[in-house]
């Protein structure tokens, strides 16, 4: 079973911007529908959004308008694009394949930290 690597996490300013990699650890020749969650300590992982094989995206309504999901050049990854981030949007980012709902293995996903 394919398993995604997660990168590009780190500490920004309020109001600042990252940019979140999402991509196969093995090669994979197929375009999955792929999501983005995340996770703050004793909270349950929650859903940030999603793309499909197709490219249709669809955003959490606490995302819409700040982040952005797109394919990566082989199109077998993905990008989050982060603007505008708030220190509610400090946790630990994880990719999965599926659209809205994961299908495959967790990764170890990456710390985004939003503080000033």
């Known amino acids: 079973q394919v398993q995604f690597v997660e990168s590009g996490g780190g500490l920004v300013q309020p109001g600042g911007s990252l940019r979140l990699s999402c991509v196969p650890s093995?090669?994979?020749?197929?375009?999955?529908?792929m999501s983005w969650y995340r996770q703050t300590p004793g909270k349950q992982r929650e859903l940030v959004g999603s793309?499909?094989?197709?490219?249709?995206?669809d955003y959490a309504d606490f995302v819409k308008g700040r982040f952005t999901i797109s394919r990566d050049s082989a199109e077998t990854g993905m990008y989050l694009h982060m603007n505008n981030l708030e220190p509610n949007d400090t946790a630990v980012y994880y990719c999965?394949?599926?659209?809205?709902?994961?299908?495959?293995?967790w990764g170890q996903g990456t710390q985004v930290t939003v503080s000033s």
């Open positions: 999965n394949r599926g659209w809205r709902v994961p299908l495959g293995d």
């Open positions: 793309i499909r094989s197709d490219g249709k995206t």
């Open positions: 093995t090669p994979v020749y197929v375009i999955f529908d």
